[in-house]
Structure formats: C-alpha cells, structure tokens
C-alpha cells in the first residue's frame, strides 16, 4: 500500500524559511515523479512543485520560482521542499503527492500524503 | 495558464438522488496525439487530503464506487454521482494536466438535502 508522510510545517516569520519532508513506502520511489500541492485555509487545491524520478527536471508554479527548491533522495525514500523568503500567502497545508502520469512535467496524482500546515505570520 | 471552472460552487441532493457536478476549462485539453483528455476528478473529506477519484475525464480510479462517473470533452465536463449516499459528502475539484502548470477548479461542496 502506498503511504506517503509529510513533516516539518509550522509556525515562521515572513521572510523566514522551513524545510519539508515526505517520507514514502509502499512503493518504489524512484520510479515516480512527486509534487508538492498546497491548499491555503478554506481555499482551493493549487499545485506548488514537481521532480522527475532522477531529480533531473524540477518544476515550479511561477508565485515560489527562485524561493522554493524541490529535492528528492531516492535512497532515503523522502522528498523535501525548502521554502525560502517565505510570504504571508504561502500560508497553507503542503501535500506530497505521487504523480500517477505526466506529460510535459505537469501531471495528476494518484496517491496524497495527509499534510502538513505551514504558517507564515508576526 | 488554463482556467477550471467549476459549477455549482455548492450543491444539495437528496440521499439516493443523482448529482452532477460540472467543470468548463478555458482551452481544450484534448490531446490531438492520443485522443485523450487530460482531466481528473478529486473528494476532498473535510480534515483529509484528496483522493483521486477519475482520470482521463471517464476512467475510475480502483476502488472508486461505480455509482461515480466522468463524462465530456475538449472544454466540458461532469462528474455524476448516480445515487447519493451519505459518505459522498465532500468538495470535489477537477484538474486538467494537459499543460503546465497543471491547474484546479475552485471546487464544488456536495451537501444532503
């Protein structure tokens, strides 16, 4: 069964940075791109980031591109977002996602971590 | 970036009657090459992640009820839930990955009547 876990939300000042992390089982990680999809409170789904299965091409929605950086370790089964210069509207749940089919690096996603809340604020 | 748009933003139906759910993208993300759709539908449950319930426009996910369908093409689409049962309640969002970035409608909340 697939299992992904997300970590590393929490509480940071605008302008701060966090680190994310989803941790995978169930599944070979290295054969599949992963995104990070993030939902501001009572708002909509909007997707962040993604990677190819060898890290080799990053995407990103052009709002974070030049303060978040997607990585992966396929070693380690894990995904991580570093999120730099971070904003009062990056404020919401981030979701690791397993990207079932891609075509061009944009993809739909089959499997979902339960989240993990990022607060930017004073 | 390609627009979805949802319709009704809310909606109520009585347990045991149909629900449909609409979505409208801006462009057409029907790829000429494979005569696909590149359009997906989610439920969200209050406190939980998504769940992917259809992909290209008409195919259900494993394990997904079959009292769920997708239907549409080009710029259209629906999601129809034949007969309504209490555990549908949820905002459902459709997704279309046929360009970056890959983009959601604003969703529609399914509530019992």
């Known amino acids: 069964e697939v299992h992904l876990v997300d970590s590393g939300g929490g509480l940071v000042q605008p302008g701060g940075s966090l680190r994310l992390s989803c941790a995978a089982s169930g599944f070979t990680f290295s054969s599949y791109w992963m995104s990070w999809v993030r939902q501001a409170p009572g708002k909509g789904l909007e997707w962040v980031a993604n990677?190819?299965?060898?890290?080799?091409?990053?995407n990103y929605v052009d709002s974070v591109k030049g303060r978040f950086t997607i990585s992966r370790d396929n070693a380690k089964n894990s995904l991580y977002l570093q999120m730099n210069s971070l904003r009062a509207e990056d404020t919401a749940v981030y979701y690791c996602?397993?990207?079932?089919?891609?075509?061009?690096?944009?993809?739909?996603?089959?499997?979902w971590g339960p989240g993990t809340l990022v607060t930017v604020s004073s | 970036d390609i627009v979805m748009t949802q319709s009704p933003d809310s909606l109520a139906v009585s347990l045991g009657e149909r629900a449909t759910i609409n979505c409208k993208s801006s462009?057409?993300?029907?790829?000429?090459?494979?005569?696909?759709?590149?359009l997906t539908w989610y439920q969200q449950k209050p406190g939980q992640p998504p769940k992917l319930l259809i992909y290209w426009a008409s195919i259900r996910e494993s394990g997904v009820p079959d009292r769920f369908s997708g239907s549409g093409s080009g710029t259209d689409f629906t999601l129809t839930i034949s007969s309504l049962q209490a555990e549908d309640v949820a905002v459902y969002y459709c997704q279309q990955y046929y360009s970056a970035p890959g983009t959601f409608g604003q969703g529609t909340k399914l509530e019992i009547k």
């Open positions: 996602a397993r990207d079932s089919y891609c075509s061009g690096g944009t993809c739909y996603f089959d499997s």
């Open positions: 990677i190819k299965q060898d890290g080799s091409e990053k």
């Open positions: 462009q057409s993300v029907l790829h000429s090459s494979n005569d696909k759709n590149y």
